[in-house]
């Protein structure tokens, strides 16, 4: 496969290493300590992980009490400057009235104390709309947490995501639709293919350049405008030393509540069928080993859902669709909003915010929705 862009995954650790004399010999020396420090990291998320979706249903639900929060995202802002067909965030106006950067830091240093080095996505809203997005990704990194910066990568100034990057966060994710003017009419904004393009590349050359590890994911969300032309950016990252996230689309963010949405929207893949080929496209390049991060349960979990969205849809925005039973996603979910409100469900009112309380304190405080039976909904469709 050949590329526009340097591929780093073929560029070793040792060849990156930037510098003459004593500092090269000094980060050579470092390099198999840091690699034993990301692979323990690695092991410890994956147990971490899997010990806590364990205890949301082992023995019945009996230790559910106990889980600790996987999915964790902080939204450093819910300002943004794209325009995309299928998000109204960008229509949110006005000031912010953000915790501060000192507030964030501390939420982020009580998460490692907590949790240990767990994963934690910073995003928004474009997240680099807020100034001190790039210290904060420093300091996450600074105490061990595995950070994902989310971002557009709309940039004409790429100063803020190449200091971003200089951090070396644990992944960068952008958002990429489709590639070519496929993506600029999704994002609403023209240039917006090109200025990504530029983005991933810079992501790129300053990986091999300063022997960065920072992973580099594209995320795809499936709607009408790309069902067709989705397995490209599946190729576009083959070919580039990336991997790719695909994600249904749902009703728009920020947007009214109403459960007939797909009926109406413009997103939504009229033609089910084209949707589950599309789909079964992806499995197949999967299995090939294209480098797609989805597992090929919750891409399957996609093909019955453009069959029957009503069904399915509290699933999908709890990124549970292809589980076979569905369970409360405020057992594992955290969500701190710019203001820094603390969400564990989508649907429910905040359980704290950050300037007023420790997180680990909001977090055992919270009401048990668990126990509410609230959004169980979907699960007979999904049970075996
Ligand atoms: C809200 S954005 C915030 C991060 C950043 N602004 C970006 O677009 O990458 C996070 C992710 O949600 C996705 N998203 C937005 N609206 C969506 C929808 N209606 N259905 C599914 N995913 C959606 C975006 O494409 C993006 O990958
Ligand atoms: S998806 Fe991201 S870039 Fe698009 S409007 Fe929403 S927050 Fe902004």
């Given at each position: 496969?050949?590329?526009?862009f340097?591929?780093?995954?073929?560029?070793t650790d040792?060849?990156?290493?930037?510098g003459?004399?004593?500092d090269?010999v000094?980060?050579?020396?470092r390099?198999?300590?840091?690699?034993l420090?990301r692979t323990s990291?690695?092991?410890?998320?994956r147990v971490?992980?899997?010990a806590n979706?364990?205890?949301?249903s082992v023995?019945?639900?009996r230790?559910?009490?106990?889980?600790?929060p996987?999915?964790?995202?902080?939204?450093?802002?819910?300002?943004?400057n794209?325009?995309?067909?299928h998000?109204?965030?960008?229509?949110?106006?006005?000031?912010?009235?953000?915790?501060?950067?000192?507030?964030w830091?501390?939420?982020?240093?009580?998460?490692?104390?907590?949790?240990?080095?767990v994963?934690?996505?910073?995003?928004?809203?474009?997240?680099l709309?807020?100034?001190?997005a790039?210290?904060?990704?420093?300091?996450?990194?600074s105490?061990?947490?595995?950070i994902?910066?989310?971002?557009h990568?709309y940039?004409?100034?790429?100063?803020?995501?190449?200091?971003?990057a200089?951090?070396?966060p644990?992944?960068?994710?952008?958002?990429?639709?489709g590639?070519?003017?496929?993506?600029?009419?999704?994002?609403?904004r023209?240039?917006?293919?090109?200025?990504?393009?530029?983005?991933?590349?810079?992501?790129?050359?300053?990986?091999?350049?300063?022997?960065?590890?920072?992973?580099?994911?594209l995320?795809?969300?499936?709607?009408?405008?790309n069902i067709?032309?989705?397995?490209?950016v599946?190729?576009f990252?083959?070919?580039?030393?990336?991997?790719v996230?695909?994600?249904?689309?749902?009703?728009?963010?920020n947007?009214?509540?109403d459960?007939r949405?797909?009926?109406t929207?413009?997103?939504?893949?009229?033609?089910?069928?084209?949707?589950?080929?599309?789909?079964n496209?992806?499995i197949?390049l999967?299995?090939?080993?294209?480098?797609?991060a989805?597992?090929i349960?919750?891409l399957?979990a996609?093909i019955?859902?453009?069959?029957?969205?009503?069904?399915?849809?509290?699933a999908?925005?709890?990124q549970?669709?292809?589980?076979?039973?569905?369970?409360?996603s405020?057992?594992?979910t955290?969500q701190?909003q710019?203001?820094?409100?603390?969400g564990?469900?989508?649907?429910?009112p905040p359980?704290?915010?950050?300037?007023?309380?420790?997180?680990s304190q909001?977090?055992?405080?919270?009401?048990?929705?668990?126990?509410q039976?609230?959004c169980?909904a979907?699960?007979?469709?999904l049970e075996?």
């Amino acid at each position: 496969m050949t590329s526009a862009f340097a591929d780093a995954t073929s560029v070793t650790d040792a060849a990156a290493v930037p510098g003459p004399g004593a500092d090269r010999v000094a980060a050579l020396a470092r390099a198999p300590i840091d690699s034993l420090a990301r692979t323990s990291t690695r092991l410890y998320r994956r147990v971490y992980q899997a010990a806590n979706y364990r205890l949301r249903s082992v023995a019945g639900g009996r230790f559910r009490s106990a889980c600790r929060p996987v999915s964790i995202a902080l939204l450093l802002t819910e300002r943004c400057n794209a325009r995309c067909v299928h998000c109204n965030i960008w229509q949110n106006k006005g000031k912010e009235d953000s915790p501060g950067l000192e507030v964030w830091k501390t939420c982020l240093t009580d998460l490692a104390r907590w949790l240990g080095p767990v994963q934690v996505t910073l995003t928004g809203g474009e997240a680099l709309m807020q100034p001190f997005a790039p210290a904060l990704v420093a300091h996450g990194v600074s105490r061990g947490l595995a950070i994902e910066l989310l971002t557009h990568g709309y940039w004409s100034d790429p100063a803020r995501l190449e200091q971003a990057a200089l951090a070396d966060p644990w992944r960068i994710t952008m958002s990429l639709d489709g590639i070519g003017e496929i993506h600029s009419v999704v994002r609403g904004r023209p240039n917006f293919w090109e200025k990504s393009l530029a983005s991933l590349r810079m992501l790129q050359r300053l990986r091999a350049e300063r022997g960065l590890h920072y992973i580099i994911r594209l995320k795809t969300v499936l709607m009408s405008h790309n069902i067709g032309s989705a397995a490209e950016v599946a190729r576009f990252a083959a070919d580039n030393g990336m991997e790719v996230f695909y994600q249904p689309i749902d009703r728009n963010y920020n947007s009214e509540e109403d459960d007939r949405w797909f009926e109406t929207a413009p997103t939504w893949p009229r033609d089910p069928e084209i949707a589950a080929a599309a789909v079964n496209e992806l499995i197949r390049l999967k299995r090939q080993g294209y480098p797609i991060a989805n597992s090929i349960a919750q891409l399957e979990a996609m093909i019955p859902y453009f069959r029957n969205p009503m069904a399915l849809q509290a699933a999908v925005q709890g990124q549970a669709a292809h589980e076979r039973v569905q369970i409360c996603s405020a057992l594992t979910t955290l969500q701190i909003q710019a203001n820094g409100d603390v969400g564990a469900c989508h649907s429910k009112p905040p359980i704290g915010n950050i300037r007023n309380a420790g997180i680990s304190q909001i977090w055992a405080d919270r009401p048990r929705f668990w126990e509410q039976g609230c959004c169980q909904a979907g699960a007979a469709a999904l049970e075996d």
